[in-house]
């Protein structure tokens, strides 16, 4: 069965680093373009970043541009994020994305992993 599970997540300091991992199963990820949510306590969840199936084009929502790096490695199944110069507003549980184009679009979810930005 198709699974993602996202690590590297934790509690870093303002200005800090981290990067996550997405590790897929079950699934040909070069068939998917993958994104990374989060989602902060008390807020809908929202689109952090995205990368295309080929891995040709990124997307970033506004406030992580110039901070935040998506990248994926199709041969491994994995898919990353690298985050510089965290924030208190970076707080949130990051989940992993896994979307498909066919007759129809179909989604994967793992099942996140928090980030937690604080002294």
């Known amino acids: 069965q198709v699974q993602l599970v996202e690590s590297g997540g934790g509690l870093v300091q303002p200005g800090g680093s981290l990067r996550l991992s997405c590790a897929a199963s079950?699934?040909?990820?070069?068939?998917?373009?993958m994104s990374w949510y989060r989602q902060a306590p008390g807020e809908e969840r929202e689109l952090v970043a995205t990368i295309t199936r080929d891995g040709n084009s990124t997307n970033y929502i506004d406030s992580v541009k110039g901070r935040f790096t998506i990248s994926r490695d199709n041969a491994k199944n994995t898919v990353a994020l690298q985050m510089n110069s965290l924030n208190s507003e970076d707080t949130a549980v990051y989940y992993c994305?896994?979307?498909?184009?066919?007759?129809?679009?179909?989604?994967?979810w793992g099942r996140g992993t928090q980030v937690t930005v604080s002294s």
């Open positions: 994305n896994g979307r498909h184009f066919n007759y129809k679009v179909i989604d994967y």
């Open positions: 079950g699934l040909v990820l070069s068939a998917f373009d």
